[in-house]
């Protein structure tokens, strides 16, 4: 069985892209002079069809296009790879592909054939079965979810499970297993101290429980974790800043808990999270 190095846990298709291997410029391929026309994707031909003897070369060539998001480019070239080689990789990433685009139930058949194919080592394994249990948790089968996510943090090896754990956690907030949520997400926080989003649920966790004090503690961990990275702030800080601010608030920290909400004011000021932010602010007196 061919050995292959997968993420071990689930990747966005960019971040996928940066460890693409280094191929040879084709016409038509990212960066190269001759980008493939909206007549040619039409045709279901792509520059290179003919000339693209290696797999390889296919994989690298889709792996580029997703990261530009060209998807039906990305298909096309990694169709055109497993034809060459039947190869869990490809298979993989072809699901991947279509995980990004929200086709769950594409993506669940191809992470099934990838399994099928053999991965060929416990890390490619969990990464097929962590992504396959995002899949399911996204259609709302928790148990089909769980199954597979436990899967992973119970296989034994050195690979890190805090993905899989942060997603049993979403699950069990979902299912108001709050008890269960808490100690999967410490885990996250155990095995990745960096994750920031595992600390705003353990904040979510202790206000239910109206233990303000500690969903304060987590809440600032987040955001000093998250301000340091702009994508992360723009994706997640109008929620974690408004839990922030909302936990100050309790807290009768009222300028902090004003600076906290402006932040939700100008990164999504009519998202829910800038609603509530207002509502906050007019019991401080904002206006």
């Not at 298709?13 to 040879?24: D, F, R």
């Not at 069809?49 to 039906?72: C, H, R, S």
């Not at 890190?160 to 907030?173: F, K």
């Not at 009222?254 to 999270?273: G, T």
């Amino acid at each position: 069985m061919r050995r292959f190095v997968l993420p071990v846990l689930l990747v966005s298709v960019v971040a996928l892209v940066s460890c693409a291997e280094k191929t040879q410029k084709i016409p038509g391929a990212p960066g190269g002079k001759d980008m493939p026309t909206a007549k040619q994707q039409a045709e279901g031909k792509l520059p290179g069809d003919e000339t693209i003897k290696n797999p390889e070369v296919a994989y690298n060539m889709a792996l580029e296009f997703a990261g530009q998001a060209n998807m039906e480019a990305a298909h096309h070239y990694i169709i055109l790879a497993m034809k060459l080689r039947a190869d869990s990789k490809y298979t993989y990433t072809q699901g991947l592909f279509f995980l990004s685009e929200s086709k769950f139930q594409d993506a669940i058949a191809n992470f099934q054939l990838a399994l099928q194919q053999g991965p060929g080592t416990v890390d490619n394994r969990v990464a097929v079965l962590n992504a396959s249990g995002v899949c399911y948790k996204e259609l709302g089968q928790d148990e089909e979810a769980l199954k597979n996510f436990r899967e992973v943090v119970n296989t034994p090896g050195l690979f890190s499970r805090y993905e899989s754990y942060y997603n049993m956690g979403v699950i069990y907030m979902r299912q108001k297993k709050n008890l269960d949520a808490e100690s999967v997400f410490m885990k996250v926080v155990e095995e990745n101290p960096g994750y920031y989003r595992a600390y705003n649920k353990l904040g979510l966790l202790d206000a239910a429980k109206d233990d303000w004090k500690g969903a304060l503690a987590n809440y600032k961990r987040a955001v000093e974790l998250m301000a340091a990275d702009y994508t992360a702030s723009q994706a997640d800080g109008s929620e974690i800043y408004c839990n922030y601010g909302e936990a100050l608030f309790h807290e009768k920290l009222y300028p902090q808990s004003r600076n906290a909400l402006l932040q939700v004011l100008r990164i999504a000021p009519e998202s829910a999270y800038g609603q509530r932010a207002k509502e906050l602010l007019t019991q401080l007196g904002g206006t």
